[in-house]
Each structure stands twice: as structure tokens, then as C-alpha cells.
């Protein structure tokens, strides 16, 4: 595997009908992850939006995102190699829960079926592969995007308040296994929250908004 | 099996051959081998109203016949009003196609008829060259070469012929009037049980016409074209009856059927008890199809009823005149006009003259049952010929400026 | 790219011929029409109309029965959601009304007319215990000259339309969370509903609306069965001066076709004024605070009058099912004397080609409308383009009256030298159709969560995997109902088929109704029945298929 490279956002600007709604000029280097907080409507859902590729027309959007040497921001969405976590799971209702992990999974990867077992097994659901989605607890469901994300082999990750809609006592565990498990992938991670226990499992940099 | 009277059939058309005036490309119906050679093969679209199973039924039963005869396809286009085909006609007219019509044959009569053939919508001549064409007698029966008083000069076959007949139900009416005065006093003792279509549906058109010719002293005038200045004083006489009448229709005139399927099913629902009908054999078949009760009997008015006969026409543009002729001339064949006679089958009656025909094809309709509540043709009366389609539809046109409001 | 151009065709396939067809009709109505002589530009064909007897009341009743009908269809749907508060009596009632979507309008019409009749089935029920009646009333009922009758029949077939129409755009207002809003706030039930619901609802089914006041006025097959006669609506006296023997009356037919165009516009524009009205109106009735005046007469009335329309329309096909089997039947008999399989054994024969023509014809043009109408929406949501005013043309064809450019585009098809075939019939299906199926499937595609569209790009998904694999199956179930809707359009269509076909593609609708012109109503029963029969096994279909297909998965079968 090459060394993961770093997410560099150079400059970006973002403004709606002129005006500025926010610009950041930063580095994220491979296992680090960047929190940006601020309180809504401070344009860090916009920001993400941006980053993704789903920027809706209205905003305007100046500077550059880097991936290593690839330029991000002029790719379609499905190019960039930025895995999305949301704040809801969002597994596909119409698939299985091998069926959402698969989905992720890059068509030419070899041994797809030991990797989905492997995958479920590090989240303790092994054997639910044939499950529908719909039936798992909310835990579980988190468990399985996360697992869907990080098959999808993507070279920098997104997280979107990933853990505001978990009750209490699970919203601990899943911080500590999405960090975890980015640190281990060694991948450049964007974390947008407006919770400071989040800020703090993340344990990387901090920008405010707003 | 055709041989034998084919022969004859040439040789008594030969005189009509001066009329056959063939087109560019046309086929000629007195060169009858070349027409029945071009023929072969062709699919024929024969738009005609659809309305009643029995006769749809009938056109199926052709279409097995010249297919197995002659090889024609027919295709029967159902229409719910034959002016349908004349739009699609005059459609094709308007946007220049003049060699690939898509209607190559249209059951029709009186003023759709008329229109076509003022605005040259028709091909022909070419009725009168047809083969089975002298077996409808034509110079004994002027019928055949007039329709509506309209001189018919071979563009279109005569195909049935049908006349105006009043039923009732024998369980609700004693004795049936006998003519349009003793018609109003019977509504006038037994309100809301009588009604007729509305005009200008054909059957409510010839319903008021038959008023007219009852109640008018000289009917001649009727039979050419109407002079603005005549109107207003030979139609007195109608409107003076109507609007006697009406208050004692169904639903106090106020509105009325659509059509005359419509006013057989007031009849069926026991809402009336007298209506009438453009076939002679209605009220039979309607009893064979649980429509009517088996109680009801036809009858006529003392002074006749208005008759005429339905036609084949074939549009200028036909796309194939050729296997229209054939399936025209096989329609006026003995064996086609006995099988439709049968009431079993549809009952519509033949346009042949018994005399010209061989006392074997006279056999075929002599053993015909005509069904309970059908007359006899020696008890339906004279014939009332239709007048001029300029008076049908001024009539039309003065009805419903007095009634419509 | 091609998607970018698909708003484009979509809309060009509709307008073009629409065009086409409007212009070869106004060149008559002002006196153009060569081949009947007619070369100079002038008026009388306007003065003919207006001297015609009746006129006035015709274009009255055209315009009022389009209004009234829509108002009580729309309020009927109003009150029952209002009322409705998902026990298994109202999701029974909601079932039962979808299948009535899938009778054609005509054979509803039928069915109501045998039950109101004086000769009727109600009559007969009571007769002559009740009444004493031996023989039918002499009452004007069916026919009346208000148009009563008429009204009615329409209504029953909108109900279910805009019913459908509303509970295809309810779930994206979350009404739930907004009654229980407002309940908290010490409101009822129903009157929270009215006045935080519908306010948002309505603009959504405004469109839907439209269609409805569209159709209402111009009605053609239901204004003949169940309208006044004395005189006629206007759009049946136009069918039959264009029908009229006399040639000449084709430019008053004309101009005749233009003016019911002008009267559904001026009853569209009447309810667009209504609209601005109640706005201002209603303002103060949604905030004076009242919270339950009013809300037990619409809990009972809500639901009373939806289920009162369904049972009617489900008397209606009962009475046409009773009449497909009987015998000779005399008043006042509450069933036939005798049954028979008479009727059923003489048509069946005959059918299978018109069946075959008609599924093939439906099925064409809705699987184009639906390639078209999807790939516009694609692009629509692709681009993030906000619902434009363009949008307008698509429901053009709803809202010109069939009899209004349907005569001149044979015209125009004929000059370039398009024969009647198949595939022209299918062309003017798909002037209906698509439509339809834009309606009954913008809501549901615009509304689906983009982030399940962003979820799988994050994934890797190229645009067209994620389309085929994720928007696809999810919208699997709106889909196939906005596809039964349309194949039940086209199913229904009896003057394009009969126009631009020549009259060669003969399908059930065009038996149904060359059949109906005979009047014998055991025959009309049965093939009232059959015309019914493949748009309810598409409505079949519609449902059952995603119930099998997401059988196991739990979610999808709560997607609507």
C-alpha cells in the first residue's frame, strides 16, 4: 500500500450572493484529524458540501483542494476519494448489510468476501451479512456505515456530526472506535461538529466558525 | 361454384361499360378479371359504425368469405359514427393525399353521403359496373340510383335496404296509433311513455320528417332542394304538432334520448312504452338479446313509413379500390343479402329484386324466419322516400332553435 | 449531455404536436380551409357559433361543472385527510379508493347512470315496496339540465386521482410532527390538520388541480352519458359539429374548439383568482385560534363523504357486473328475471386482438414517457435546477382540450406525410401520458434524500451506478404507481386512438366505445368490464411488486 498522502485545502473561499461565509487554509496529514466547529448556519456543513462535491450552485467557491499531487475540487464527487461519514447511518434500505458493505467495496479488489467477513467481525457483527439493515439497533447501524466507508478504500475521510444522533453511553464507544480505526488507516480526517466531546476524542487540531 | 352467373353478369353489363370512367391508375370495373386479379391480396378497410354486435359479427363472416373467395383481407374499422371516416377522409384531402387513403370502403347513406360527394370526396363511377349490380333491378327500383332524392350515378353500391317502424310492448298498450294525430292523443292520455331521439340524430331526424310528410297535404315539394321562402309555411303544419306533443313526452320533453339505442333501453326499463326504430327487425333481435321484453310487437302508420337504403362508397383516395369493388359486388351477392336478411344473424333487409334472381337464390330467402315481433314485408306498408337532405337539415337546424334553449 | 437535452425533447414531443394541431384548428375558425373552398380569413364562423341555440347555457355549464367538480372533489380529499388518523378504517377506505382510479371514466359513468336512473337500481331496490312504483318515475335525473348528474360522475373519478395525488406529496411535509405540533398547542386533531397541513399541501397538488378543472371542462365521454342534452356541454356540441354530416359546420366546430380552449382558461383563471382570495381570506382563519369549532362535522364528514363517493363507484361497477350476465330485465325487479353468459361468450372472441393493441400501445408509450420524464427529472436533480417555470409546458396537453387540436393534428400528421400506424397512435398517447406520469412522479423523485445519492458517490458509485443500483430501487414502488397511472391514461384514450390510428389499431377503449353507440348495455358491460380489467392488473402490479421485491427489508415497504 502507498503511504497515504496529506489533504491540503489551499486558500478556499466560500461565499453566498457575495458574501463571505467562511475561508480556511489548512493542512491534514495522514491520521490527523481536523475538527471545524461552530454553531449552524456558520457554513461548516457548506464547507463539507464543498469538499465532497455536492455544493449546491447557490454558493460560490474559490481556491483549491489537493490530494497529494491529484487537484480535488475540479473531480466529480465519485472521483475524489473522500469517504462521507453522516449523521445518520444512511445504509440503503433496499440492500442486505453485505449488500451496503459490498457496495462500497471497489469493483477490482480481490478477495471481496473474506474482506466483508473480516470487516464484520471487527465490529463484532459477525453473521449478520444476510441481516436487513432496518432490523439492526441504531449502534449497530453506525457500526456497519462506518465498516462501509472504510471499504470503500477511500484516501481521506469526511465526518458530518457522525455522532450527534447516538444516545449517550454509545456515543462514547462509537468515537473511540471511528478515531481508532482512521488512526490505524492512517487517513487525513475532517471532523464537523459542534460538540466539544467530539472535539476532544479527536484529539487533532481545532478551527472555529462563526 | 361462381362460374355459371358470372358469365351472365358480364354479359349484362356490357351496356354499362360507356359509364366507367377509370382513373390514372384506377381499377376498371368493367374489365372485371383485371379488378379481380388486382384485388387479390389487398387488405380492405372497411369503416363502418360498430355499434351492434350482430351486425359486427356479419362483417366478420364476410371477411372469412372474400378471404377464402377472393383472397382480400378485411379489416372492419368500427366506427361510433360514420362521420368519423368522412373527417379522416377530408383530413387526408387537406393535407394532399391522394393516392394512399387510409378508408377504403364506408358504409353510408343520405346527407354524409351528400356531403362527400359535393366536396369530390368519392371515387367513381363505378357502382353500376358491378356484376351483381342489374340483380337489384335498378331501373324498376329508383331507390337504388336515388339516395335522399340524390341521384346516386354509381359512386356508391347499394348495400340494404331499412324502414322507419314504430314497436310497443303488448302488455302496457292496447291498441297502437295508427297515425301522427291519433299518435298525440295516445301521449296525451299516457304521458311520458312515448319520446324520440334527439335532433339531429338520424332516427330523431326521421321521426320529425315522418311527422311532416303525414301532416302535409302536398309532400312533393320535399323531394327538391328547399327554397328558403317555402319553409316557414310547409313546416307549419309540424311545428304545431311538436309543440302539441312534447309536453307529453317522456320527461315532458324537456330532454331526450340520444339515440335510438338509448330510446330502446327506456323501452326495456318499462319508461316508455312506444318508441321506434330504423330496422324492421329491432324489436326481434333486441328480444333475442334480453333487451326487450318478448311481449313487443312492430307495427306501422296507415300512410307508410320513411324508408331508404344504406350504400358502399369508396373515397377518391382510397388506397385499394380494387378489393373495395370486390367485397361491394360479393355484399350484393344472393348469398351475402340472405345470410344478412337472417334475423338469426342480423336481419337488415336485401336490396335484391326477388324477379332477377334464380329460383334456387330466391330458395335462400324464402326460408328465412323472421322472428316474432318482426312484420311481414307484405304488412310493412308503402315506403315514404327521404326528402332532400337540404330540408333534413333545415329541419334539423329549426328544431333546435324552438327547442334548445 | 444527452441528459441535458432531455428536458428539451420531453417538452418538444408535447408541444410540437400540440402546436401543430392548435394552429390547423384556429385556420378554420377564422375561415381557412381549402379544401372545403374556404381561402379567405373571416369571421362568420364566429357569428354561426354564437347565433347557435343554446350556446350560452352550453358554455356555462362547461365552465361551472369544471369549477364545482373540482371544489368538491378537493374538498371531499381535504376533509377525509383532515379526518383521517391512520386506524385500519381509514387506510381501509384509502385502499379501497385506488383501484377506482383504473375504471375509465365512461365506464363509470355507465355504472352511475344505471344506479341513479328512475328505472334505476336504487329505484328498483325500493320499488314498488317503498314507493309503490310499478312503473319508472317521470323524473329528470340522469341528463338534468344543471348538470347535476354530470358532476357527480366527475367527481367520483377525481376523488381518487387527487386522493393519490396528496399522498404522494404528504410525506415530505411530515404531517405527523405538524398536527402533533399543533395538538400540543391545544388544537384538534382535524382542525390541526386543516390549518397547518393543508396550507403546505395545496401548493404542492396545485398543478394536479389544474388538470382536474381542465378535464372537468372539456369532458367528452362522460358529458355524453351523463350530461344535460338540451342543450349539450360545449365540448360535446363541438364533437358533433365536427361529426356533422354537413361539412360547412366544420368551421364553426372550429372556432367552436378555440372557444373551449378560451373557456378553460377562463375557468382556470377563475380559480387562480379564488386562489389569490382565500389566500387573503383564510389568513385570518388559520390564526384566530380557534381550535375545534368545526371539528367533529369534519371528522364525520370527512370520512362519510370519501366512503360515500367509494361505495357509489363500487355500486356503479357492481350494477355493470350484474348487467355483464343478465337476462331480460323489467322494472321493477331488483335483479335480472334470468342470467346468461351470453353477452360475455359474444364479445370474448372478438377481443384478443384490441387487448393485445392496447397493452402494446399503453405499454409503448408509458415506458418512453417514463425514459423521458425520468431522464428530465435526472437532470433536474443532477443540476440542482429548482422547479422551473417550464414546467408549465408539459401540462399543456392536460390542459388544451382533446377536441381542440386532436382534428388538426391528423392535419398536420397526414402533411408530412405520417400514414396511421402504431406508432402514431403511441405518439399521441405519449402527448397524455407523459403528463401524467411527470405528476404523479416529479414529488416522490424531487423529494427523495440527496444524501443517499451523496452517500453512495463518497462510496465510489459513478453517477450512473448510483442511479441504477440506489435511485432506482428506491423509488421502485413511485415509479411503478406513476407507471400504472399513465398506463391507465392511455388505456382510456379514445380520440387519438381512433384519429391518429385511422382506425386501424383498434383497441378495447375504441371497441368500448363503437359498442357503447349501439346502446345495448349488457354488451357495453362487459366490455366496460374488460377495459377495466388491464389498467386494475397494472394497479396490481404496482403494489405487489416492491411488496415482493423488499419482502425482507423493512424500511421499503413504509416508502410509499
Not at chain 1, 497515504?4 to 466560500?14: G, K, R
Not at chain 2, 359509364?19 to 372497411?46: H, N, R
Not at chain 3, 404542492?204 to 378535464?215: E, T
Request: net charge negative; with cysteine.
Amino acid at each position: 500500500m502507498t503511504p497515504n498522502p496529506t489533504l491540503l485545502i489551499q486558500q478556499v473561499q466560500i461565499t453566498l450572493h457575495g458574501e463571505t461565509l467562511l475561508a480556511i487554509d489548512r493542512a491534514i496529514a495522514p491520521g490527523e484529524v481536523l475538527t471545524v466547529m461552530g454553531p449552524s448556519g456558520s457554513g461548516k456543513s457548506t464547507l463539507l458540501a464543498y469538499l465532497a462535491g455536492f455544493m449546491s450552485p447557490v454558493f460560490k467557491a474559490q481556491g483549491q483542494v489537493f490530494l497529494a499531487n491529484t487537484r480535488l475540487d475540479t473531480l466529480p464527487a465519485e472521483k475524489r476519494g473522500l469517504g462521507l461519514l453522516f449523521q445518520d447511518p444512511l445504509l440503503f434500505p433496499h440492500l442486505s448489510v453485505g449488500g451496503n458493505l459490498r457496495f462500497g467495496i471497489p469493483q477490482r479488489t480481490a478477495n471481496k468476501q473474506a474482506q466483508l467477513a473480516q470487516a464484520l467481525h471487527q465490529v463484532g457483527l459477525s453473521g449478520y451479512e444476510d441481516r436487513d439493515p432496518a432490523t439492526l439497533s441504531g449502534g449497530q447501524q453506525a457500526r456497519v456505515a462506518l465498516m462501509r466507508l472504510l471499504l470503500s478504500q477511500p484516501r481521506a475521510v469526511l465526518l458530518d456530526e457522525p455522532f450527534s444522533k447516538l444516545d449517550t453511553a454509545l456515543r462514547q464507544e462509537m468515537r473511540t472506535l471511528v478515531f481508532n480505526q482512521l488512526r490505524d488507516a492512517g487517513l487525513p480526517a475532517l471532523l464537523v461538529t459542534h460538540d466539544h466531546a467530539d472535539t476532544k476524542a479527536a484529539g487533532g487540531p481545532v478551527i472555529e466558525l462563526g | 361454384m361462381l362460374k355459371p352467373c358470372h358469365t351472365r353478369r358480364l354479359a349484362s353489363i356490357a351496356p354499362l361499360l360507356a359509364l366507367a370512367l377509370p382513373a390514372v391508375a384506377a381499377p376498371d370495373p368493367s374489365d372485371w378479371q383485371s379488378v379481380l386479379a388486382q384485388a387479390e391480396g389487398q387488405t380492405v378497410y372497411w369503416n363502418a359504425w360498430g355499434g351492434e354486435a350482430r351486425t359486427n359479427a356479419y362483417i366478420e363472416w364476410v371477411a372469412q368469405q372474400v378471404d377464402e373467395r377472393y383472397g382480400i383481407e378485411l379489416v372492419h374499422v368500427k366506427l361510433g359514427d360514420t362521420s368519423e371516416a368522412v373527417s379522416r377522409v377530408l383530413a387526408e384531402k387537406q393535407a394532399g393525399n391522394d393516392d394512399a387513403g387510409s378508408v377504403d370502403m364506408i358504409w353510408i347513406n343520405g346527407e354524409n353521403f351528400a356531403a362527400m360527394k359535393d366536396n369530390d370526396l368519392l371515387f367513381g363511377p363505378w357502382a353500376e359496373s358491378l356484376p351483381n349490380y342489374p340483380l337489384t333491378d335498378p331501373d324498376n327500383t329508383p331507390a337504388v340510383r336515388y339516395d335522399w332524392t340524390i341521384p346516386v350515378e354509381g359512386l356508391e353500391s347499394p348495400w340494404s335496404s331499412s324502414q322507419v317502424v314504430f314497436y310497443y310492448d303488448t302488455a302496457l298498450v292496447e291498441e297502437p296509433p295508427d297515425n301522427m294525430p291519433e299518435l298525440l292523443d295516445w301521449a296525451a292520455q299516457n304521458p311520458g311513455e312515448f319520446t324520440y331521439p334527439q335532433v339531429p340524430n338520424f332516427l330523431g331526424n326521421a321521426f320529425i320528417t315522418q311527422a311532416l310528410l303525414e301532416l302535409s297535404d302536398n309532400t312533393e315539394v320535399f323531394y327538391a332542394p328547399m327554397q328558403e321562402d317555402e319553409f316557414d309555411e310547409a313546416t307549419a303544419p309540424l311545428w304545431a304538432y311538436l309543440d302539441e306533443l312534447h309536453p307529453h313526452l317522456w320527461r315532458s320533453g324537456r330532454a331526450f334520448p340520444s339515440n335510438s339505442a338509448d330510446l330502446r333501453s327506456l323501452m326495456g326499463d318499462s319508461e316508455i312504452s312506444i318508441a321506434l326504430s330504423f330496422s324492421t327487425t329491432e324489436a326481434s333481435g333486441a328480444i333475442a338479446n334480453y333487451e326487450l321484453p318478448d311481449t313487443v310487437r312492430s307495427y306501422v302508420h296507415d300512410s307508410g313509413m320513411i324508408g331508404n337504403i344504406s350504400f358502399m362508397a369508396i373515397p377518391y383516395n382510397a388506397e385499394h379500390k380494387a378489393g373495395a369493388m370486390v367485397v361491394a359486388n360479393y355484399l350484393m351477392s344472393p348469398e351475402a343479402q340472405a345470410e344478412k336478411q337472417d334475423p338469426e344473424v342480423w336481419g337488415s333487409n336485401t336490396v335484391l329484386s326477388m324477379e332477377q334472381l334464380s329460383a334456387e337464390e330466391r330458395a335462400l330467402f324464402d326460408d328465412i324466419d323472421l322472428g316474432i315481433a318482426t312484420l311481414p314485408p307484405s304488412e310493412l306498408g308503402k315506403v315514404l322516400g327521404q326528402p332532400h337532405p337540404s330540408w333534413v337539415d333545415a329541419l334539423a337546424e329549426a328544431w333546435q332553435t324552438r327547442y334548445v334553449n | 449531455m444527452l441528459l441535458r437535452l432531455a428536458p428539451w425533447i420531453l417538452i418538444s414531443v408535447l408541444v410540437v404536436p400540440l402546436a401543430a394541431g392548435l394552429l390547423m384548428v384556429i385556420l378554420p375558425a377564422f375561415g381557412y380551409l381549402p379544401v372545403l373552398g374556404g381561402e379567405t380569413f373571416h369571421f362568420d364562423a364566429w357569428q354561426a357559433l354564437w347565433q347557435r341555440p343554446g350556446l350560452y347555457r352550453s358554455i356555462l355549464l362547461s365552465y361551472a361543472s369544471g369549477l364545482i367538480t373540482t371544489l368538491v372533489a378537493l374538498a371531499i380529499v381535504a376533509l377525509f385527510l383532515a379526518a383521517s388518523r391512520g386506524t385500519w378504517l381509514d387506510r381501509g377506505i384509502r385502499r379501497l379508493v385506488s383501484p377506482l382510479l383504473a375504471i375509465p371514466h365512461a365506464a363509470v359513468a355507465f355504472g352511475l347512470a344505471f344506479l341513479i336512473a328512475p328505472s334505476g337500481l336504487f329505484v328498483r331496490w325500493v320499488s314498488p315496496g317503498l314507493t309503490g312504483w310499478e312503473r319508472p318515475p317521470d323524473a329528470l335525473i340522469v341528463n338534468d339540465p344543471l348538470g347535476l348528474s354530470l358532476m357527480a360522475g366527475l367527481v367520483l373519478k377525481e376523488v381518487p386521482f387527487l386522493l393519490l395525488m396528496c399522498l404522494a406529496a404528504l410525506p415530505q411535509l411530515d404531517p405527523e410532527r405538524r398536527v402533533t405540533l399543533a395538538r400540543s398547542l391545544g388544537y384538534s386533531a382535524n382542525i390541526a390538520w386543516l390549518k397547518s397541513v393543508f396550507p403546505v399541501l395545496y401548493p404542492l397538488i396545485r398543478l394536479p388541480v389544474y388538470a382536474v378543472i381542465a378535464y372537468a371542462t372539456s369532458v367528452v365521454d362522460m358529458a355524453m352519458i351523463l350530461g344535460p342534452t338540451l342543450p349539450p356541454t360545449l365540448s360535446v356540441s363541438i364533437l358533433g359539429w365536427f361529426n356533422d354530416p354537413d361539412l360547412d359546420h366544420r368551421y364553426m366546430a372550429s372556432a367552436g374548439a378555440v372557444l373551449q380552449l378560451g373557456v378553460t382558461l377562463a375557468a382556470l383563471l377563475t380559480w387562480w383568482l379564488g386562489e389569490q382570495c382565500v389566500k387573503r381570506v383564510s389568513q385570518g382563519w388559520l390564526i384566530n385560534g380557534a381550535r375545534n369549532t368545526g371539528s367533529m362535522a369534519i371528522a364525520v364528514g370527512g370520512r362519510l363523504l370519501l366512503t360515500t363517493t367509494t361505495l357509489l363507484a363500487i355500486s356503479a361497477i357492481g350494477g355493470l357486473v350484474i348487467f355483464s350476465v343478465a337476462g331480460f330485465w323489467r322494472f321493477p325487479d331488483a335483479l335480472p328475471g334470468t342470467f346468461t353468459l351470453d353477452h360475455w361468450q359474444r364479445i370474448l372472441p372478438s377481443v384478443t386482438t384490441p387487448l393485445l393493441n392496447t397493452l402494446s400501445v399503453g405499454l409503448a408509450a408509458t415506458l418512453s414517457a417514463a425514459v423521458m420524464v425520468v431522464a428530465t427529472l435526472e437532470n433536474a436533480v443532477r443540476h440542482h435546477l429548482p422547479v422551473s417555470r417550464s414546467q408549465w409546458l408539459l401540462y399543456l396537453p392536460l390542459i388544451v382540450p382533446q377536441v381542440a387540436f386532436l382534428f388538426g393534428l391528423v392535419v398536420a400528421a397526414e402533411s408530412i406525410n405520417v400514414r396511421p400506424q402504431m406508432a402514431l397512435v403511441i405518439a399521441a398517447h405519449l402527448l397524455f401520458v407523459a403528463p401524467y406520469l411527470y405528476l404523479s412522479l416529479s414529488e416522490a423523485y424531487r423529494r427523495l434524500d440527496p444524501r443517499w445519492m451523496q452517500a453512495a458517490h463518497s462510496l465510489g458509485a459513478s453517477p450512473w451506478r448510483a442511479f441504477w443500483q440506489v435511485r432506482l430501487p428506491l423509488l421502485l414502488a413511485p415509479l411503478l404507481t406513476a407507471c400504472a397511472v399513465s398506463l391507465a391514461v392511455s388505456i382510456g384514450q379514445y380520440l387519438p386512438t381512433l384519429l391518429l390510428g385511422g382506425g386501424r389499431v383498434p383497441t378495447i377503449t375504441t371497441e368500448a366505445v363503437a359498442m357503447a353507440s349501439g346502446g345495448n348495455r349488457r354488451l357495453i358491460a362487459v366490455l366496460a368490464l374488460l377495459q377495466a380489467l388491464l389498467p386494475f392488473i397494472g394497479f396490481s402490479l404496482a403494489l405487489l411488486i416492491p411488496r415482493l421485491a423488499w419482502a425482507k427489508r423493512r424500511q421499503m415497504r413504509g416508502v410509499a
